[in-house]
């Protein structure tokens, strides 16, 4: 399995950003695809992750109410819609493929997409 994240970029406080997660090759082995971030000088934190037999999610309650997780099938995207977004939000953001569990904690990830940078300015 490959994962390449995209759609970071430069925002205002208070706007959106639409992130995507492209999952290539033996897709099959893929139990969840989970959100991660990490700010500069801080763990990296979750956030959420989709299962993906069912497209169940789940969502840390930090950001529940504000980001929403979901999959194109046909295009084997994940997507990361992030609303009402603050400084704090700034980081890199992070896709992660879990082969047997959905998990809050990133060492049950083992295979990472490279990164996108988020920044939202004040």
């Known amino acids: 399995v490959q994962l390449q994240a995209s759609g970071g970029g430069l925002v205002q406080a208070g706007g959106s950003l639409r992130l995507s997660c492209q999952v290539s090759?033996?897709?099959?082995?893929?139990?969840?695809i989970g959100w991660f971030r990490q700010a500069p000088g801080k763990e990296r934190e979750y956030l959420g992750a989709?299962?993906?037999?069912?497209?169940?999610?789940y969502y840390a309650d930090s950001v529940k109410d504000r980001f929403t997780i979901s999959r194109d099938n046909a295009k084997n995207t994940v997507y990361l819609q992030m609303n009402g977004l603050k400084p704090e939000d700034t980081a890199v953001y992070f896709c992660?493929?879990?082969?047997?569990?959905?998990?809050?904690?990133?060492?049950?990830?083992?295979?990472w997409g490279q990164g996108t940078q988020v920044t939202v300015s004040s």
């Open positions: 090759g033996r897709t099959f082995s893929t139990y969840a």
């Open positions: 989709i299962r993906w037999s069912d497209d169940r999610t």
């Open positions: 992660a493929s879990n082969p047997d569990v959905v998990s809050t904690t990133r060492y049950r990830y083992n295979i």
